[in-house]
């Protein structure tokens, strides 16, 4: 990968913020529908991305984190979404704690 966007790129990942190691326990469910045509231009796109923390609550401290302002294995970050040039998000709902 060369970090390139193609015309027709969307990519779904995590930006860890909180000071643990979760990220491999953290699974992304990304369920799309297509409102338009593929081969129209621009795509209406409607989905649900879900992200599940897997962890089983007894992963040693340096994995799940030591912080004492949010509960052990409490995973704190950021979905990340990239988009190919010129797309843009018209509306973003949600997120419950994790």
């Given at each position: ?6 015309s ?17 326990f ?33 992963e040693?401290?340096?994995?799940a ?17 990239n988009?190919?040039?010129?797309a843009?998000?018209?509306?973003l ?6």
């Open positions: 990968m060369a970090g390139d966007l193609a027709n790129s969307l990519a779904f990942g995590v930006s860890n913020n909180g000071g643990n190691k979760l990220d491999s953290l699974h992304i469910d990304v369920d799309l529908n297509d409102a338009a045509s593929r081969e129209a231009s621009p795509w209406d796109i409607a989905g649900t991305v879900t992200v599940t923390n897997t962890a089983t609550g007894h040693p401290d340096y994995v984190g030591q912080v004492a302002s949010r509960p052990r294995g409490e995973y704190q970050g950021f979905l990340v979404v988009m190919s040039p010129g843009h998000v018209a509306d709902t949600g997120a419950t704690g994790m």
